[in-house]
């Protein structure tokens, strides 16, 4: 009886070591299971993360080519607005033809790199120049109106003064009664201007629209600009009107040169016909 009994604890010990290696084996495999699903788990992680941050950065470098393209749309589609605003206040029929049809004039998008403000001379300069034919004194203007006038150029920037420096003068035209009058900054903040040498027997109503009158070689007619606001005798002489502004200047980024493809032969003959008479 006792090898009986030892021979059965022997059996038994054996059996329940067979058992606790299954079971540790089991227990292996099922660690290895759970270490390869956290891994793999994890590797997903990580690649997600990096496509998201590789896509994101592949977006961020389309977004200047995005942003070009909108804005060649977006001066294409002023340029065709402007055309329907000018047949609908009839001032086709009545403003100058060779600064009518925008077919003269050629409009690029740019974007403001550097803009001085505060100063008694603020100023622009904008990321394309003569690489992208631009040329000194074209306009710069946006969808609200006119932002200044293209002074100097490099080869892949310009510089321009803004309508917000004394030595910026836009010719303007004034309300349904068509009166112009040269517009300029006056000196007090961005958000108005001032159009003088009005004839006194004008009487100049606020909330006329002030547009570009065409009677230049920068911008065509019909830009909008501003709305009148009080105006004045000066000196008994003339009269002097508050325009308020469309265009805010502390938040111009996008920006389009208007450049009049017959500026030259304008200003040719202009010098021609002044040299003649001197």
């Not at 089991?26 to 788990?41: C, E, P, Q, V, Y």
């Not at 010719?171 to 009058?181: E, F, L, M, N, P």
């Not at 004008?202 to 547009?211: H, N, Q, S, W």
């Not at 980024?253 to 304008?266: F, G």
């Amino acid at each position: 009886m006792p090898r009986k009994r030892g021979s059965t604890n022997a059996i038994t010990s054996a059996a329940a070591f067979i058992l606790l290696e299954v079971a540790a084996l089991a227990m292996l495999g099922s660690s290895s299971t759970m270490k390869d699903i956290w891994f793999n788990r994890a590797s997903m992680r990580v690649n997600a993360f990096l496509w998201g941050a590789a896509e994101n950065m592949r977006n961020h470098f389309r977004l200047e080519t995005q942003n070009d393209s909108l804005a060649a749309l977006n001066a294409a589609l002023e340029a065709r607005l402007r055309q329907y605003e000018l047949r609908e206040a009839g001032m086709e029929e009545k403003s100058h033809e060779v600064f009518l049809n925008d077919q003269r004039f050629r409009y690029i998008p740019a974007t403001v790199v550097r803009m001085g403000r505060g100063t008694a001379h603020n100023y622009v300069i904008v990321n394309k120049g003569q690489e992208d034919g631009i040329r000194p004194q074209s306009g710069i203007i946006t969808s609200d109106g006119v932002v200044g006038i293209i002074s100097a150029v490099g080869r892949r920037y310009s510089y321009g003064l803004t309508l917000m420096n004394p030595n910026v003068t836009i010719s303007t035209r004034i309300g349904q009664a068509g009166v112009d009058a040269p517009l300029r900054w006056d000196g007090r903040d961005s958000n108005t201007a001032v159009a003088g040498d009005i004839p006194p027997h004008y009487d100049i109503a606020p909330g006329d629209t002030v547009r570009t009158s065409g009677f230049s070689s920068i911008f065509p007619a019909g830009i909008p600009i501003g709305t009148t606001q009080d105006s004045r005798l000066v000196n008994g002489s003339s009269r002097q009107v508050d325009v308020r502004l469309f265009q805010d200047f502390r938040s111009i980024h996008y920006v389009t040169i208007v450049e009049n493809l017959d500026s030259d032969e304008i200003l040719a003959l202009e010098k021609n016909a002044t040299s003649g008479e001197s």
